[in-house]
């Protein structure tokens, strides 16, 4: 670990054989409008990217959706050859469409197709790790993912995938994925306001097991926000800012991906991240889920 993630917020945490900062980037928004073609600011991407790099980051979360393909063309473009330290978590198990949308491609052909462009865009031999994407663009769906999870454990043992993952997944389904596979993260919607993942997160930490909130500050009613900003605005902070630094406190598994396409709304999350929330501040800001 260099000095540089070492000074980041929250420190490291193991995924798997894999070390990884607490604070990590998101690529998402790197893509172009609707997180569908390519970016306005092509160079500007590259250069959050770099600048990610630069602060010691080195958890970068991406998709082959992004785009489609565009995010990690980008990655590739940006950061090959990836330092040692550096590892890419991605996702498979949703395509776009020409509407934008994001619908399922689970199917054993759909998933190993995805694998492999993964691979060839981020120019890779194996990838880190690889979430599978369950339910849809609202939220989980109870069903079985065995299936799909077996298509992608037959890919780790060909030695394409390192590591698996679940995203988007019930509780039913993470404890499915367990008892087929070891997993070492689940990626889900959690905030201040969106707090169904509690017992997960909890019983996630006590297995060692990472969990990766996405949306930190998506679905605030304008009260919700309101008491935010509150607390926001006492310790002259963003709520963002606070938000970021309520979610590393919240548990120690707990992974930040946040996404910008802004070298300098990166250093600001990085440095928001970091604020010292008292014991009072977090009871107030617990309050809200």
């Excluded at 990217?49 to 992004?66: M, N, Q, S, V, W």
Aim: aromatic share 4%; glycine share 10%.
């Amino acid at each position: 670990m260099n000095t540089l993630s070492a000074s980041l917020p929250g420190g490291t945490w193991a995924l798997g054989d894999l070390t990884v900062t607490r604070f990590g980037y998101g690529a998402m928004q790197l893509a172009g409008p609707g997180v569908m073609g390519p970016p306005a600011d092509h160079d500007g991407a590259l250069a959050v990217l770099r600048e990610a790099a630069a602060l010691g980051i080195t958890h970068i979360d991406t998709a082959g959706a992004y785009g489609p393909r565009v995010t990690n063309q980008l990655i590739r473009e940006a950061l090959h050859p990836y330092p040692a330290s550096t590892h890419i978590v991605t996702k498979v198990g949703a395509v776009r469409d020409r509407q934008g949308g994001w619908p399922p491609a689970r199917r054993p052909e759909e998933l190993r197709r995805a694998v492999h462009e993964n691979l060839e865009d981020l120019g890779l031999d194996s990838l880190d790790v690889v979430n599978l994407r369950l339910g849809d663009a609202q939220g989980p769906r109870p069903g079985s993912l065995a299936e799909p999870f077996e298509t992608l454990v037959g890919l780790q043992q060909q030695g394409l995938i390192r590591h698996l993952g679940v995203s988007n997944a019930t509780a039913e389904q993470v404890a499915e994925a367990q008892a087929i596979a070891p997993i070492v993260c689940v990626q889900n919607m959690y905030n201040l306001a969106h707090r169904q993942d509690d017992e997960l997160i909890d019983d996630l930490a006590g297995k060692g097991i990472a969990y990766v909130p996405f949306f930190p500050l998506g679905g605030f009613t304008p009260l919700q926000s309101t008491a935010l900003s509150a607390v926001a605005a006492r310790l002259d902070a963003t709520p963002m800012s606070v938000a970021l630094a309520w979610l590393l406190r919240r548990s120690p598994n707990i992974l930040l991906i946040p996404g910008t396409s802004s070298v300098a709304h990166l250093r600001e999350n990085v440095a928001g991240a970091g604020i010292s929330l008292s014991d009072e501040q977090l009871a107030e800001l617990d309050k809200i889920g």
